[in-house]
């Protein structure tokens, strides 16, 4: 089975520029996970994407927004971008049946400066 | 509100010795909980999980925790500490009030000296 994968791996923008980041989930999965790591810090949870919709939002502005497409992979878009973005953003898929999930799985994150 | 405390934001262990990376916590219901590991510019990677059953689970690398409700704690534990178990260790929990989303501590550096 294949895990999960983040592009790009590094990014580099300008303050008040936009940015797309892509997460494909590990086979079997419908749900994804979006958070972000400053550096020293742990993760944030940004929300969570089940069947195409978006089921639970941490405290984030809206100009964090988000896709999941019907093969379940997922972007996460941030508008306007400020130098606090700067961190590492982690995508993590799951299997949620029944109500239940099953355990999460983490990519190794893109990381992204904004200058 | 759910939360998770890792009080030590540094262990040293000496290699060959036993480890503990400490963990607590505090849900309302029944606690989901998980280890992961995370070595540096790279993402997270699970170790292991209690959802329910024996209090003592077994994860991967030869990393153990043990569930405590009464003292609501879920320390990670290793008999014998290599040098290449130095990383950062997070401790999680499911909020089950917002969709399954992940509580997580804040991290604590585990340093493995040879």
């Known amino acids: 089975e294949t895990g999960v994968t983040q592009s790009p791996t590094h990014l580099i923008k300008t303050r008040g520029q936009q940015v797309t980041l892509r997460c494909s989930s590990q086979s079997g999965h419908n749900t994804v996970s979006w958070y972000q790591q400053a550096l020293g810090q742990g993760p944030q949870f940004i929300f969570q994407y089940y069947r195409e919709e978006e089921n639970g939002r941490g405290n984030f502005p809206p100009r964090f927004s988000g896709l999941q497409f019907p093969n379940y992979s997922s972007e996460l878009n941030v508008n306007a971008l400020e130098l606090d973005d700067s961190a590492l953003y982690l995508c993590?898929?799951?299997?949620?049946?029944?109500?239940?999930?099953?355990?999460?799985?983490f990519g190794s994150g893109t990381r992204l400066t904004v200058v | 509100a759910q939360s998770v405390a890792q009080p030590e934001d540094q262990v040293n262990v000496a290699e060959g010795n036993p480890l503990t990376v400490k963990c607590t916590y505090s849900v309302s219901g029944n606690p989901y909980l998980f280890w992961y590991v995370q070595y540096p510019n790279r993402g997270l990677q699970f170790l292991l999980k209690?959802?329910?059953?024996d209090n003592l689970v077994k994860g991967s690398y030869g990393f153990e925790a043990e569930f405590n409700k009464s003292q609501t704690s879920f320390h990670l534990k290793k008999p014998s500490a290599l040098v290449s178990d130095s990383a950062l260790y997070y401790c999680a929990v499911r909020d089950l009030e917002s969709n399954y989303q992940l509580i997580w501590g804040a991290g604590t550096k585990l340093i493995i000296k040879p």
């Open positions: 209690y959802i329910t059953g």
């Open positions: 993590a898929s799951s299997l949620v049946t029944g109500g239940v999930n099953y355990g999460y799985t």
